[in-house]
C-alpha cells in the first residue's frame, strides 16, 4: 500500500503516537474558500484508554482541535452537516496522483474531499 503524503503529519504521529482512523471524533467547522479552491476542516480529537468514567465510559485522553487544509480541490461531496457530527471514521487514499479523504459518519457530515494536497495546519492541545 503506497504512503500517502499528508504534509505535517508528524503533528499527529507525535502527539498520538499513531496516526488516528478518528473514530467517535467530531467535525467542528468546515471553510471553504474559493481562492485554491481549498477546504479548511476542523477536527475535536481524542484517544481513549481502556478505563471507566464516572459515567461507564471509557476515558479520553489527548484531547485536541486538528486543522486539516485540503489545498487545490478537485472534487467534494459533503453531505448531512448538522450540530454534531461524528465521525466513524476518516481514511485517506491515492487517487489518480490526488488524495481522497473519505468521511465516514456515525452521525452527521459524510462524504470526501479530494485534493491535490493535505496538511496539518494545527493541532491544539485542549486541557
Not at 58 to 73: A, D, S, T, V
Request: glycine share 4%; hydrophobic share 40%; with cysteine.
Amino acid at each position: 500500500m503506497q504512503e500517502i503524503n499528508i504534509i505535517n503529519k508528524e503533528k499527529i504521529l507525535d502527539y498520538f503516537g499513531y496516526f488516528p482512523t478518528f473514530h467517535d471524533n467530531e467535525i467542528i467547522n468546515v471553510e471553504m474558500n474559493r481562492n485554491g479552491p481549498n477546504i479548511s476542516l476542523k477536527i475535536y480529537s481524542f484517544d481513549f484508554t481502556k478505563n471507566l468514567n464516572n459515567k461507564h465510559k471509557f476515558q479520553k485522553i489527548k484531547e485536541c482541535e486538528i486543522e486539516f487544509l485540503f489545498k487545490w480541490i478537485v472534487n467534494v461531496k459533503l453531505q448531512d452537516f448538522n450540530h454534531q457530527n461524528v465521525i466513524e471514521k476518516m481514511t485517506f487514499n491515492n487517487d489518480n496522483n490526488n488524495i481522497k479523504a473519505i468521511i465516514t459518519s456515525s452521525f452527521g457530515a459524510n462524504g470526501y474531499i479530494i485534493s491535490k494536497s493535505v496538511i496539518i495546519q494545527s493541532l491544539n492541545e485542549l486541557y
